[in-house]
Protein backbone atom coordinates (compact mmCIF):
# COMPACT_ATOMS: atom_id res chain seq x y z
CA UNK A 1 0.00 0.00 0.00
CA UNK A 2 1.18 3.49 -0.92
CA UNK A 3 2.09 6.16 1.69
CA UNK A 4 -0.49 8.76 0.79
CA UNK A 5 -3.22 5.84 1.77
CA UNK A 6 -2.02 5.60 5.26
CA UNK A 7 -1.72 9.43 4.92
CA UNK A 8 -4.97 9.78 3.31
CA UNK A 9 -6.52 7.05 6.47
CA UNK A 10 -4.60 8.99 9.26
CA UNK A 11 -6.17 12.71 7.96
CA UNK A 12 -9.24 10.80 8.23
CA UNK A 13 -9.35 9.28 11.71
CA UNK A 14 -7.43 12.61 12.87
CA UNK A 15 -10.78 15.07 11.77
CA UNK A 16 -13.08 16.31 13.75
CA UNK A 17 -16.49 14.46 13.28
CA UNK A 18 -19.78 16.54 12.93
CA UNK A 19 -22.26 14.02 12.63
CA UNK A 20 -25.70 15.12 14.73
CA UNK A 21 -28.02 12.41 15.71
CA UNK A 22 -31.61 12.90 16.76
CA UNK A 23 -33.48 9.67 18.12
CA UNK A 24 -35.91 8.01 16.20
CA UNK A 25 -37.36 5.44 18.26
CA UNK A 26 -38.37 3.57 15.75
CA UNK A 27 -38.51 -0.41 16.16
CA UNK A 28 -36.19 -1.52 13.23
CA UNK A 29 -34.25 1.65 12.52
CA UNK A 30 -31.33 3.75 13.35
CA UNK A 31 -31.52 7.19 14.96
CA UNK A 32 -32.12 10.03 12.31
CA UNK A 33 -28.28 11.31 11.54
CA UNK A 34 -26.63 14.71 9.27
CA UNK A 35 -23.58 15.53 8.76
CA UNK A 36 -23.32 18.92 9.39
CA UNK A 37 -25.96 21.15 12.18
CA UNK A 38 -26.34 23.09 8.33
CA UNK A 39 -28.29 20.00 6.42
CA UNK A 40 -31.47 20.20 6.27
CA UNK A 41 -31.89 15.96 5.12
CA UNK A 42 -31.74 13.80 8.00
CA UNK A 43 -31.09 10.30 7.12
CA UNK A 44 -31.81 6.88 8.45
CA UNK A 45 -30.89 3.71 8.30
CA UNK A 46 -32.91 0.70 8.37
CA UNK A 47 -31.32 -2.52 10.28
CA UNK A 48 -29.98 -5.23 8.60
CA UNK A 49 -30.70 -3.90 4.93
CA UNK A 50 -27.97 -2.79 3.16
CA UNK A 51 -28.65 -0.33 -0.46
CA UNK A 52 -31.41 1.46 0.48
CA UNK A 53 -31.13 5.69 1.58
CA UNK A 54 -33.42 6.93 3.43
CA UNK A 55 -33.87 10.21 4.35
CA UNK A 56 -36.79 12.94 5.62
CA UNK A 57 -37.31 16.55 6.55
CA UNK A 58 -39.19 16.60 9.60
CA UNK A 59 -38.03 13.19 11.16
CA UNK A 60 -41.47 12.35 10.37
CA UNK A 61 -41.82 11.13 6.62
CA UNK A 62 -39.17 8.93 5.16
CA UNK A 63 -38.21 8.91 1.94
CA UNK A 64 -36.68 6.08 -0.48
CA UNK A 65 -34.14 8.30 -2.57
CA UNK A 66 -34.05 5.67 -4.92
CA UNK A 67 -37.57 5.24 -5.03
CA UNK A 68 -39.29 8.84 -4.17
CA UNK A 69 -36.52 11.17 -5.95
CA UNK A 70 -37.34 13.44 -6.99
CA UNK A 71 -40.97 12.83 -8.03
CA UNK A 72 -42.49 12.15 -4.93
CA UNK A 73 -40.45 15.22 -3.13
CA UNK A 74 -42.36 18.49 -3.39
CA UNK A 75 -40.72 21.26 -5.29
CA UNK A 76 -39.59 22.82 -1.96
CA UNK A 77 -37.78 19.44 -1.02
CA UNK A 78 -36.72 19.04 -4.00
CA UNK A 79 -34.65 22.45 -3.64
CA UNK A 80 -33.79 21.42 -0.55
CA UNK A 81 -32.00 18.15 -1.10
CA UNK A 82 -30.31 19.24 -4.20
CA UNK A 83 -28.79 21.98 -1.81
CA UNK A 84 -27.91 20.00 1.18
CA UNK A 85 -26.65 16.76 -1.00
CA UNK A 86 -24.58 17.79 -4.18
CA UNK A 87 -23.28 14.82 -4.80
CA UNK A 88 -26.79 12.86 -4.75
CA UNK A 89 -28.05 15.50 -6.88
CA UNK A 90 -25.27 14.99 -9.22
CA UNK A 91 -25.72 11.12 -9.17
CA UNK A 92 -29.06 11.24 -9.73
CA UNK A 93 -29.53 13.99 -12.25
CA UNK A 94 -30.79 11.86 -15.17
CA UNK A 95 -33.86 10.59 -13.60
Do not use: C, Q
Request: aromatic share 18%; hydrophobic share 30%; no cysteine.
Amino acid sequence: MSNDFYKDLEKYANEEDTTIFAESNLDGYSDFYKEDKKNRVWWIDKLDVVGEHLFSFDKKKIYNMFLDYPHNLTKEEKEIFDEDEPYWKDFLKNR
